[in-house]
């Protein structure tokens, strides 16, 4: 590594990355499609904003990617529990400094002179997409075999409970990508980062 | 025939599912790659992800397969829970339900089966009764709780004597509707040979005479109006599974 770079995002963090990306994409627009078929509340999605022409179309997408999704996120996971990148990136993480970060955040004061640590608003939302993530699988898995999963299903209230879940875990990982997006397009050389994985010094 | 085979059937089949799974997981990535190869410029870029996705789907009927218990039961619900009125769901609109006329009625029986005698209703109906309070859960998302009474498929496919080795068995509808099932969930405890709804002789927007009830299945699957049932070894699809839904469509 060249002396005027530092490492932010090892290669299978970046990979990890991108192949959620796609995957959380393929996700949440086939996703809207099979909505649509059965709305659970009194609107829709526009049908443009949707992937795969017909409901049918639509379960293959969701039905295909899942594999996608879950794999890659067990294989980032199981790294960054075992590779020790969780707990150095995520922790420690309190909630005033966590409310601190988010009130400097609004007020555009939020510092990002080091990329490779995370201040406590970053934290809280890696973190919580993380689990809001292992929300919407386990929801989805109840939604899928409601009776194979019975026991799973029961702790989210049955078929109709796992459904409002996979529902609501679904607006907050869109919110989560809308707030992120948001923000890399306030500070541009994140992006770079998460494709090279270095960033300049200076 | 006696229960005895209809105990052990179940899970052998699951089994042999099972396997067929693996060795096709384990073909799935070459045959991706044969077939990579096979199209070149034969196929335009939406007909290769077409294959892919088909490819996907076949792959999740084998990992339903492996999942699906033989013994599990899909849970019961008090008759409060019942949902009033019970959903219509068809191909068609709720004006163009099929009337199947009583008297004349036959259930035709063919395949791998040793008795291929056509069934009138009096004798149908004389078969043992057993009921269900269970969700019905349609592809589209929606479900809905209703009863359901009627002989255990099970019981009527050992009647017939049909071969239980058999890997699929299929129906066809007086509505031209027709769809598939794998032995396994035929053989399931709690799926059913329905003439009644609630109690009552099934209405012809619920598919009188006769509609098979798969509590482990999706709605689709449960086909309404049914004249002929038959035992095979070669998948005979069904009418939205030929279009694109999943096959095998278990909860």
């Given at each position: 590594?060249?002396?005027d770079?530092?490492k932010?995002?090892?290669l299978?963090?970046?990979?990890?990355h991108?192949i959620n990306?796609?995957?959380i994409?393929v996700m949440v627009?086939?996703?809207?499609?099979?909505?649509n078929?059965?709305?659970?509340?009194?609107f829709?999605f526009?049908?443009?904003w949707?992937?795969?022409?017909?409901?049918?179309?639509?379960?293959?997408?969701?039905?295909?990617a899942?594999?996608l999704?879950?794999?890659?996120?067990?294989i980032?996971?199981a790294y960054?529990?075992?590779?020790?990148?969780?707990?150095?990136r995520?922790?420690?993480i309190?909630?005033?400094?966590?409310l601190?970060d988010?009130?400097n955040a609004m007020?555009?004061?939020?510092?990002?002179d080091d990329l490779s640590?995370y201040n406590a608003a970053?934290?809280?939302?890696?973190?919580?997409?993380?689990?809001?993530?292992?929300?919407l699988?386990?929801?989805g898995?109840?939604?899928?075999?409601?009776?194979q999963?019975y026991?799973l299903?029961?702790?989210?209230?049955?078929?109709e409970g796992?459904?409002?879940?996979?529902?609501f875990?679904?607006s907050?990982i869109?919110?989560?990508v809308?707030v992120?997006?948001a923000?890399v397009?306030?500070?541009?050389?994140?992006?770079?980062?998460?494709?090279?994985g270095?960033?300049?010094n200076g | 025939m006696?229960?005895?085979?209809?105990?052990h059937?179940?899970p052998?089949l699951?089994?042999?599912?099972r396997?067929l799974f693996?060795r096709?997981?384990?073909?799935l990535g070459?045959l991706?790659l044969?077939?990579?190869?096979?199209?070149t410029d034969a196929?335009?870029?939406?007909e290769?992800?077409?294959?892919?996705?088909?490819?996907?789907?076949k792959?999740?009927?084998g990992?339903?397969?492996w999942?699906?218990d033989?013994?599990?039961?899909?849970?019961e619900?008090?008759e409060?829970m019942?949902?009033?009125?019970?959903?219509f769901?068809?191909?068609?609109?709720?004006?163009?339900?099929r009337l199947?006329?009583?008297?004349?009625y036959?259930?035709e029986?063919?395949?791998?089966?040793?008795?291929?005698r056509a069934w009138?209703?009096p004798e149908?109906?004389?078969?043992?009764?057993v009921s269900?309070v269970?969700?019905?859960?349609?592809?589209?998302?929606?479900?809905?709780?209703?009863?359901?009474s009627?002989v255990?498929f099970?019981?009527f496919?050992?009647?017939?004597?049909a071969?239980?080795?058999?890997?699929?068995v299929?129906?066809k509808?007086?509505?031209?509707y027709y769809?598939s099932i794998d032995?396994?969930?035929?053989?399931h405890p709690?799926?059913?040979l329905?003439?009644k709804?609630?109690?009552?002789?099934l209405?012809?927007?619920?598919g009188?005479?006769m509609?098979l009830?798969?509590p482990?299945?999706?709605?689709?699957?449960n086909?309404?109006?049914i004249?002929?049932?038959f035992?095979?070894?070669?998948n005979?699809?069904?009418?939205?599974?030929d279009?694109?839904?999943?096959w095998?469509?278990?909860?």
């Amino acid at each position: 590594m060249a002396a005027d770079t530092v490492k932010v995002h090892s290669l299978l963090v970046r990979i990890t990355h991108w192949i959620n990306a796609l995957a959380i994409l393929v996700m949440v627009l086939s996703g809207w499609k099979i909505y649509n078929a059965a709305p659970l509340f009194d609107f829709s999605f526009p049908e443009s904003w949707t992937l795969g022409g017909w409901l049918g179309g639509a379960l293959q997408w969701h039905f295909a990617a899942m594999w996608l999704l879950a794999l890659n996120g067990m294989i980032y996971l199981a790294y960054g529990f075992f590779s020790g990148h969780l707990w150095r990136r995520m922790f420690p993480i309190t909630t005033g400094a966590m409310l601190r970060d988010v009130l400097n955040a609004m007020r555009g004061r939020l510092a990002h002179d080091d990329l490779s640590v995370y201040n406590a608003a970053q934290k809280a939302a890696y973190l919580g997409v993380i689990l809001l993530a292992v929300g919407l699988i386990l929801s989805g898995l109840a939604i899928w075999k409601p009776v194979q999963l019975y026991w799973l299903a029961s702790l989210m209230g049955d078929y109709e409970g796992a459904r409002l879940l996979h529902f609501f875990c679904m607006s907050g990982i869109v919110l989560f990508v809308l707030v992120h997006v948001a923000m890399v397009i306030l500070v541009p050389k994140t992006f770079l980062t998460m494709i090279t994985g270095r960033l300049k010094n200076g | 025939m006696d229960s005895n085979l209809k105990d052990h059937a179940g899970p052998l089949l699951a089994n042999l599912e099972r396997r067929l799974f693996l060795r096709r997981g384990l073909s799935l990535g070459a045959l991706s790659l044969l077939s990579g190869c096979e199209l070149t410029d034969a196929l335009t870029y939406d007909e290769r992800v077409q294959r892919l996705l088909t490819a996907m789907s076949k792959w999740n009927d084998g990992a339903q397969a492996w999942l699906f218990d033989p013994k599990r039961l899909a849970p019961e619900f008090p008759e409060s829970m019942i949902t009033n009125p019970f959903p219509f769901n068809a191909y068609y609109g709720e004006d163009e339900i099929r009337l199947v006329d009583a008297a004349g009625y036959k259930l035709e029986i063919s395949g791998l089966v040793r008795e291929k005698r056509a069934w009138g209703l009096p004798e149908l109906y004389a078969l043992p009764e057993v009921s269900q309070v269970t969700r019905h859960i349609c592809v589209e998302g929606w479900s809905a709780i209703g009863k359901w009474s009627g002989v255990r498929f099970s019981d009527f496919l050992q009647r017939i004597g049909a071969d239980l080795s058999a890997r699929y068995v299929g129906f066809k509808c007086a509505d031209d509707y027709y769809t598939s099932i794998d032995m396994a969930t035929a053989l399931h405890p709690q799926t059913q040979l329905s003439f009644k709804y609630a109690g009552e002789t099934l209405p012809p927007k619920y598919g009188f005479p006769m509609k098979l009830r798969i509590p482990t299945k999706l709605g689709f699957k449960n086909p309404k109006h049914i004249v002929a049932i038959f035992v095979s070894n070669e998948n005979p699809g069904g009418y939205w599974e030929d279009k694109g839904y999943n096959w095998f469509s278990g909860s």
